[in-house]
């Protein structure tokens, strides 16, 4: 009965991790895996050489690392503030609609967004009624990195919160009676009885995250960015993209992702032994 | 007298809480309202910049050109043909595995050896170039099965998904069965999917949603605009203007009535109307939904 997921896996999942070599070679279609020269390093040392290669290298981390923070601490403020509305139906209808742009495509959000943030747009109106020049969002380097953080946590907070709000609800409720009997406050009681309480899930799910400060969002960047701003919005998978599949580059792109997963791997491999060791997490 | 000024805070704190909320609600509704008033809006209104939450010349010519495109209805074709045929066999595939995987390691030898070789994919690959050179020599560049194929057949957050619910049906239920004789397919089939259609219903829905929004390889593997399914569709058309020389006298007729932004609005909304339809199913499965999309225990 296993034997359908272990063939799906072995040739789609096994089977291009050994077309990896073509990193170490000079490849060429017609040679072949076998046929084609080995060349060692070479396509390592011409990427550590690339000028173009340290801004990409830096676009993706910044890109990343943001995003991370911002998607660590909205989801939690916002599940704070949802956990206090005792208004039944409206914490339902804020979630149902908070929830929603998770499952829209790349496609359709960066439909939507290109329409509203470009120069005759509706968020570029709103701007000119506070006498603001319109602002090309996506066609200046200035603010396209900000426009991807905006978007992705536009369009994931509302869905990262669910994991703190099943946390939140996890609290003992004789803790915070004692609290307010005591005396304290609203965000006394949140500070001191919520937040140790879901302080276990936060920090989870902060050490899980960290392996993934290379994976800026390539859907995400591949729909939004256009040459104007590949200096800011250019990033390692879309190089990778491009090189490869636009320009048959194959052996400099193989290259560039096996950096990419290389360091994505150590990442996860030190990430899950510190979960596991420290909070006893496993996934299966 | 401070219990009153406690209630009163509280009160308050309510109310601006409340608000804030319903701010944060509706900048994510917004967009996607916008866009539907832009889509039944005409074109002098969107010129001049007079649509805001509200249609202005109300008019359904952009979806009435959506419904005669037809490669727009190719494409929505495509891409439903893609969701029942993916979502067939990716099920085939993971129920099949996680029966097998949800026995202990004393019945089922080399249990976590398989386990492992099924889990490393999810955080080391060979990338996107060498998968793209094996689906290039397996033939699958332009061809449709690529659609299938492509995105990942079996997912084995999944399938531990599954397993985990597997693990959960009554020994003594599945004991009985072996008694009468039952074998493994049998007992998959009359007792495991039976017990567990909860979890099968969230896996296909987010199969559905993933398969549906799924566009990327689409984009990579297809050059023939034929087999385009819906959403890689969209995303030639987003940064191109429309094209004008393909059409018929009728159509150009109707399109100069129409703003491009107006058509690429109602082509949005139309995509995401089966996301929408299937949203309020989706919901009920939100808790499940998460461990399939993000592996956590």
């Not at chain 1, 989801?75 to 208004?87: D, G, K, Q, S, T």
């Not at chain 1, 536009?154 to 869905?159: A, H």
């Not at chain 2, 909860?198 to 990327?216: D, H, K, P, Q, R």
């Not at chain 2, 007729?253 to 058509?263: A, K, Y």
Request: proline letters at 4%; one cysteine or more.
């Amino acid at each position: 009965m296993l034997l359908p997921a272990f063939i799906v896996t072995f040739i789609f999942m096994y089977v291009p991790m050994y077309g990896i070599i073509i990193a170490f070679q000079d490849f060429n279609p017609a040679l072949g895996f076998s046929g084609s020269p080995w060349v060692g390093l070479k396509w390592f040392k011409f990427i550590f050489n690339t000028p173009d290669f340290k801004n990409i290298f830096w676009n993706t981390f910044i890109i990343a690392t943001s995003k991370m923070i911002f998607l660590q601490v909205v989801p939690i403020l916002f599940a704070l503030m949802l956990n206090e509305v005792m208004n039944r139906p409206l914490k339902r209808i804020v979630q149902t609609i908070t929830y929603l742009p998770h499952f829209l495509s790349w496609v359709i959000i960066g439909g939507i967004f290109i329409d509203i943030l470009s120069t005759k747009g509706i968020i570029n109106q709103f701007l000119g009624v506070f006498g603001i020049d319109p602002i090309f969002f996506l066609g200046s380097n200035k603010y396209f990195q900000g426009t991807m953080v905006v978007t992705e946590v536009w369009r994931e907070f509302g869905w990262a919160s669910i994991l703190y709000l099943a946390a939140i609800a996890g609290v003992n409720t004789d803790l915070y009676e004692a609290a307010y009997l005591e005396g304290a406050g609203r965000f006394r009681r949140m500070w001191h009885v919520t937040m140790p309480g879901i302080i276990t899930t936060v920090i989870l799910l902060l050490i899980l995250n960290l392996s993934g400060v290379l994976n800026a969002g390539f859907e995400q960047i591949l729909v939004f960015y256009n040459s104007a701003v590949f200096e800011t919005g250019d990033i390692l998978d879309t190089f990778v993209f491009r090189m490869g599949i636009q320009q048959a580059q194959f052996s400099l792109a193989t290259a560039v992702g096996l950096f990419k997963s290389v360091i994505g791997l150590v990442l996860v491999i030190i990430t899950r032994g510190v979960a596991h060791k420290t909070l006893g997490y496993r996934v299966f | 007298m401070i219990n009153m000024n406690r209630r009163k805070t509280a009160k308050l704190f309510q109310i601006i809480n409340s608000f804030a909320l319903v701010f944060i609600a509706a900048l994510c509704f917004l967009p996607l309202w916008h866009i539907v008033s832009l889509s039944l809006s005409d074109k002098s209104a969107i010129a001049a910049n007079q649509v805001t939450l509200l249609p202005v010349g109300f008019q359904l010519s952009s979806y009435i050109h959506i419904m005669g495109d037809a490669s727009f209805m190719r494409a929505f074709l495509v891409s439903t043909g893609r969701v029942v045929v993916g979502t067939f066999l990716s099920m085939l595939v993971l129920i099949l595995a996680a029966y097998p995987l949800s026995m202990e390691k004393e019945k089922f030898f080399g249990r976590d050896v398989i386990m492992w070789i099924l889990y490393i994919p999810t955080f080391f690959g060979g990338g996107l170039i060498p998968s793209y050179l094996l689906m290039s020599s397996l033939g699958l560049i332009n061809n449709p099965w690529v659609l299938v194929i492509g995105s990942g057949l079996f997912s084995i957050t999944g399938a531990i998904l599954l397993m985990n619910f597997f693990r959960n049906v009554p020994k003594s239920i599945s004991e009985a069965a072996a008694i009468d004789g039952a074998g493994h397919f049998q007992m998959l089939v009359r007792i495991f999917i039976p017990l567990s259609k909860a979890c099968i219903s969230t896996l296909v829905l987010f199969a559905v949603v993933g398969t549906w929004n799924e566009w990327f390889s689409g984009t990579i593997f297809l050059n023939d605009r034929k087999w385009y399914p819906l959403q890689t569709y969209l995303y030639g058309k987003l940064n191109t203007q429309i094209d004008f020389v393909n059409m018929t006298k009728e159509e150009l007729e109707r399109v100069s009535q129409l703003s491009d932004r107006s058509l690429r609005a109602a082509q949005i909304i139309v995509s995401t109307i089966p996301i929408l339809i299937l949203y309020p199913f989706v919901q009920k499965h939100f808790v499940g939904g998460i461990i399939v999309g993000s592996v956590k225990e």
